[in-house]
Nanobody
Framework: QVQLVESGGGLVQPGGSLRLSCTAS???????SMWWYRQTPEKQREFVA????????NYVDSVKGRFTISRDNSANMVHLQMNRLKPEDTAVYFC??????WGQGTQVIVSS
């Protein structure tokens, strides 16, 4: 059984930065891709970024050039560095490990 725990959310002003982290249990982390999603009350959960087991990243267009996903296999962690944050980045951010393991989410609020 895989458990995922996100951390690092909070309140930040527009233009600011946050670093989200997701810690995974289990022994197969290094073999698995990892994904970040976000959700607001108005929208369905949407894909934000992913990183393959080979370290290859992928991003939704709206965060390209601002967000960076990385992984630390020695610590079973995946990170999402979020820079130049915008109010529209406000959401609950979830990490996911395939096939369908999700964390509880961490709230990000971008507001002045």
């Amino acid at each position: 059984q895989v458990q995922l725990v996100e951390s690092g959310g909070g309140l930040v002003q527009p233009g600011g930065s946050l670093r989200l982290s997701c810690t995974a249990s289990g022994s197969r982390f290094s073999f698995s891709s990892m994904w970040w999603y976000r959700q607001t009350p108005e929208k369905q959960r949407e894909f934000v970024a992913s990183i393959g087991s080979d370290g290859m990243p992928n991003y939704v267009d709206s965060v390209k050039g601002r967000f960076t996903i990385s992984r630390d296999n020695s610590a079973n962690m995946v990170h999402l560095q979020m820079n130049r944050l915008k109010p529209e980045d406000t959401a609950v951010y979830f990490c996911k490990q395939p096939p369908n393991y999700w964390g509880q989410g961490t709230q990000v609020i971008v507001s002045s």
